[in-house]
């Protein structure tokens, strides 16, 4: 069963899907004429589509609901004659009575479709019905019917709508996803109540739980017609399906005691009510949805210039993998070096990200995680490391910034990263021209400018549209711009793996050969309010950043100074192996060139030094527009 409501401004739509037709063929390859969809297309397409459904909806992560659907689902999925992919389920926290299915396996239902079936074979049943559209390659059909020209709302992912309220950007995004992939003809409809009533009778479930669950949605429309609009928008009507499955039936010979309900079933609906539902949208204060649009502006944008990342591979590549500091599902900074070989913990991929703006310039950082920093080898370099840390102790060498222990050589674990300035044109993030790329490499900045810049004295970096191409050394993880070169590849011993930005962060081990989809995750929600507590298993170093003073654009237009105080937060992660709290958030990285350049002013005050490092001309504005600065400040205390 699938399908959503159609958005009220479908001109809108349409336009919007259009705009991006070009950026979807291109990222997929696609050819003009006819179109042939393999299983990578359609996991691909799906897969984007997914991201943006999971970024935008609340999603129920409860492991038991989310494990007790997914077991019934796998279970039909053998019985498909489609078993050779992947698929993935997910609950979506809404009350509303509907389930949907993606290309490629992507299967979502509501929360209110569980609590409104009575017993596990209704739910069955459901799943059934969306496995069954995947089965028949339904969706691969509409995709070659619409010969690209209805897809890629999701080919740009958030980058879509700038200059447009963000929350309607959001919501006619995801309808147009939905319902671009579930408006399925009355053929494929009843192809997949067949195939669904076939997988039933296989599973040995009762097949006319189907019917029953339909006779039930029949009554809340009489009663409740609000609660079930999205899924009568985009399905035969329940007496019509009750006649086809009641046909298939029939031809199949009874079986006894045919399962109806279940234990689990009854667990899991209690356990469902237990969990608060998500907040509606229009029930959100007006701050609130000020908050939301400001977050989803700073994500289109970081979206648009998302680099494109070489990441070498050393003697132990898992090491190498990017993800997010709590890959291990904790916030301890003390055990990730040991966690980091335990291959039960995924290595999803992410890029930490935060988004300053000017009235001239977008300015947005990039952080890479590594949970180990091993050059000198795992072992040989971690002990090592601890000898030369016990030395440097022992001379009573104490420095906040931890610039004393440079001579370690391996140490717990690393964040390194980049500074994009892109000068803008206009109130759309996609028409800004890229102009600056700084990258971070062992404690230097590294200046670059693109490959077709007028300007001279600067390394050049290869560009692929908006996005740099930049390479992360093995080991060490430093950051540079990708040449492709002897010098670069000497020390991959086991090549290179890409990631790209797709808006879903993948597992880099289940994927040796790349390349790897990563997604983004703001620095501000994630990285950042742990450090203004101080001293915690996360952060292991503190230091006082007293008050830092910036320009903004006052409320008349003119410039005016702000000054914000920091005070003592935390500036190194806590890491016991090797070198002891070496790893530093963004605020902790510096030039050890410019000795007289304050801790933290290339995060808190990127076009201050842009214009110090290019002296670019007059028109580069370095006083920012105060939502993309002063939000992170207000009203928070850190603990001094």
Same mark, same amino acid.
């Given at each position: ?236 009507? /329940? ?67 998302? /680099? ?206 790349? /390349? ?125």
């Amino acid at each position: 069963m699938s399908g959503i409501h159609g958005y009220n401004n479908r001109r809108y739509v349409r336009a919007l899907t259009c705009a991006v037709v070009l950026g979807l063929a291109a990222a997929l390859g696609f050819a003009q004429g006819v179109i042939r969809v393999s299983d990578r297309e359609e996991i691909e397409i799906g897969k984007r589509a997914a991201g943006e459904i999971e970024f935008d909806l609340p999603m129920i992560d409860d492991p038991i609901i989310t494990r007790y659907v997914t077991r019934i689902g796998l279970r039909l999925v053998r019985e498909s004659g489609r078993s050779n992919i992947q698929y993935r389920f997910r609950i979506i926290n809404s009350d509303e009575i509907n389930a949907f299915a993606l290309p490629g396996g992507f299967i979502y239902v509501h929360r209110g479709l569980i609590e409104a079936a009575e017993n596990e074979s209704q739910l069955a049943g459901v799943l059934a019905h969306e496995i069954g559209h995947i089965a028949a390659r339904h969706h691969a059909t509409q995709i070659k019917r619409s010969n690209i020209a209805n897809l890629g709302l999701w080919s740009l992912g958030p980058v879509l709508g700038a200059g447009i309220k963000r929350t309607a950007v959001k919501q006619s995004s995801r309808v147009a996803i939905i319902g671009l992939f579930n408006k399925f003809s009355r053929e494929d409809e009843r192809e997949a109540d067949r195939l669904a009533a076939k997988m039933l009778y296989d599973c040995n479930y009762d097949g006319r739980s189907l019917i029953s669950f339909f006779d039930k949605l029949g009554a809340i429309e009489e009663s409740k017609p609000q609660a079930i609009e999205q899924f009568f928008a985009t399905h035969p009507q /329940p007496e019509d399906r009750a006649d086809n499955i009641t046909d298939i039936l029939e031809t199949f010979p009874p079986k006894p005691n045919p399962v109806s309900d279940t234990r689990q079933f009854q667990q899991v609906k209690k356990r469902l009510s237990a969990i608060k539902p998500a907040a509606q949208p229009s029930s959100a204060s007006a701050a609130d949805e000020d908050s939301e649009d400001e977050d989803s502006r700073n994500r289109e944008i970081a979206a648009v210039f998302a /680099p494109i990342f070489y990441q070498g591979l050393g003697d132990e590549p898992r090491y190498d993998y990017i993800t997010n500091f709590d890959f291990d599902k904790d916030w301890r900074g003390d055990n990730n070096w040991n966690n980091a070989a335990n291959v039960a913990f995924p290595l999803n991929a992410w890029i930490y990200y935060s988004v300053r703006e000017t009235g001239t310039h977008y300015f947005v950082h990039y952080a890479a995680f590594h949970p180990r920093d091993y050059k000198g080898g795992n072992r040989r370099g971690r002990f090592l490391s601890e000898a030369i840390r016990r030395g440097v102790d022992a001379l009573g060498r104490h420095d906040p910034t931890g610039r004393a222990d440079e001579a370690v050589l391996a140490h717990e674990n690393d964040l390194e990263g980049c500074l994009v300035v892109a000068q803008k044109k206009g109130d759309d993030p996609a028409r800004a021209r890229v102009v600056y790329v700084e990258t971070l490499a062992h404690n230097k900045f590294l200046k670059y400018v693109p490959e077709d810049s007028p300007l001279a004295g600067f390394d050049a970096v290869k560009m692929q549209g908006r996005r740099p191409k930049l390479f992360i050394e093995p080991k060490g993880h430093g950051i540079e711009a990708w040449r492709d070169d002897e010098q670069q590849q000497k020390n991959c011993v086991n090549g290179v793996m890409i990631y790209t930005f797709t808006g879903a962060a993948e597992d880099s081990s289940k994927r040796p050969k790349g /390349p790897t989809g990563y997604d983004l995750t703001p620095i501000e929600t994630t990285l950042w309010p742990r450090a203004l507590q101080g001293l915690n298993p996360t952060y292991g170093l503190t230091h006082d950043y007293a008050t830092i003073l910036i320009d903004i654009v006052g409320p008349d237009g003119q410039t005016v100074e702000k000054d914000i105080v920091i005070g003592q937060i935390g500036s190194a992660f806590r890491g016991a192996i090797g070198g002891a709290n070496l790893a530093r958030p963004p605020w902790g990285w510096f030039d050890g060139t410019e000795r007289d350049s304050p801790l933290g002013e290339w995060f808190f005050d990127p076009a201050r030094t842009i214009k110090r490092h290019f002296n670019p001309g007059d028109d580069f504005s370095t006083a920012y527009i105060p939502e993309s600065v002063l939000r992170w400040f207000n009203d928070q205390k850190p603990k001094q």
